[in-house]
């Protein structure tokens, strides 16, 4: 079996290690059973540092589509064109695409349009909201897909109340749990820690990518004074990247426990949410992360592609609502935080159940 896998953006390699990782021990047991990763991305893109393969203990991708623009129908036009002419050299039986991007789309329709089998991690997670383009993505890659690997049961749901054919549905868990179990014993102090004087859990962790946020500098900065007022002089790490950064630089907030750092490596980035005592994020991925850590994150943002975070974890969504969010600060100074339970099979063995699975349905 020939496996494709698409990344389409730095997040989705750290969903995409574990495979690798369940694909090479498969091979080890004599399956046969190959991959070729490909990134639609440049190879220069500066957010891809080779650190980061080292750090997943992963080979960096085998192609490059070189794709890139800020207009979602162009970029989704050239990476299918792109795609299809890898496919046309690199011949595969499935392609696996992750996650809600519009690469995970368009290389979702390529690949189905060429008769070959797609299978999409990450199915089944809906805001319900057609405005969002993600949203289109999800419903056009899961309704494309032969196999559907679901984090939880609220994405089954979802996929079961659309009229998805149950046989092409798999609970496997969520498979950014395989690579934080396996690079927590990794997991590296960065070299500033102890300059700033950083103790363990006492300090905020804080990072930031959404538009909404950083092109509305009068609600980042309300939002931002909320936050460094309820901290009490706690040091807030904000390792950010360059738009982001300079988005909050621009609303002129100046703290002295408020540190604006450069985007950190991996490990170092697990060793910062391990030891942090709450995480102030508007990232999904890291929400999901906590929630295994069991580490207080608020979220600023009304939706989660993962409600277990919320239902069973120790996520809570504020939006961008200062009340709400001035809120959950004050519960969590006071300690009074959720306590996890931890969902349904996310357990570090996600990427093997999916390996499992493609072996199986492809004999």
């Given amino acids: 079996m020939k496996i494709t896998i698409i990344a389409g953006a730095r997040p989705n390699f750290m969903k995409i290690a574990p495979i690798t990782w369940a694909i090479k021990q498969a091979k080890e047991q004599g399956k046969e059973i190959t991959y070729r990763l490909i990134y639609t991305g440049r190879k220069e893109d500066i957010s891809i540092e080779p650190s980061l393969f080292t750090d997943l203990n992963m080979n960096i991708p085998n192609g490059y589509l070189n794709v890139e623009s800020n207009n979602n129908i162009e970029l989704a036009a050239n990476i299918m064109i792109a795609f299809d002419k890898e496919l046309a050299t690199h011949p595969t039986d499935v392609v696996l695409v992750v996650d809600d991007l519009t690469a995970t789309m368009s290389c979702a329709i390529v690949a189905k349009k060429r008769g070959l089998k797609v299978a999409h991690l990450i199915a089944g997670t809906r805001s319900f909201d057609l405005n969002m383009p993600k949203e289109v993505s999800r419903m056009i890659t899961d309704g494309l897909s032969d196999y559907l690997f679901t984090a939880g049961e609220t994405a089954n749901r979802n996929l079961s109340h659309t009229g998805t054919e149950q046989d092409n549905v798999f609970h496997v868990g969520n498979i950014l ?4 179990r396996r690079t927590l014993s990794q997991m590296t102090k960065p070299a500033w820690f102890s300059t700033l004087d950083l103790k363990k859990n006492n300090y905020l962790l804080f990072t930031l990518n959404r538009r909404v946020l ?16 309820k901290s009490q002089g706690m040091p807030i790490i904000a390792p950010l990247h360059t738009y982001a950064a300079e988005a909050l630089r621009s609303t002129e907030i100046v703290a002295p426990n408020l540190h604006i750092l450069p985007t950190q490596n991996y490990l170092n980035f697990v060793y910062l949410m391990n030891n942090a005592h709450g995480i102030i994020t508007d990232s999904g991925n890291i929400a999901e992360e906590t929630t295994f850590l069991d580490i207080p994150c608020i979220t600023l943002n009304n939706f989660s592609e993962h409600p277990e975070t919320c239902q069973m974890g120790t996520n809570e969504l504020v939006g961008e609502d200062s009340e709400r969010f001035s809120q959950a600060l004050d519960k969590l100074k006071t300690g009074n935080w959720k306590k996890r339970t931890l969902p349904e099979r996310w357990d570090g063995r996600t990427a093997d159940r999916i390996i499992q699975t493609l072996l199986n349905k492809g004999n």
């Fill in 214 to 229: 950083t092109s509305n500098l009068v609600l980042l900065r309300q939002l931002m004074e909320i936050l460094i007022n």
């Fill in 177 to 180: 749990i395989d690579t934080l």
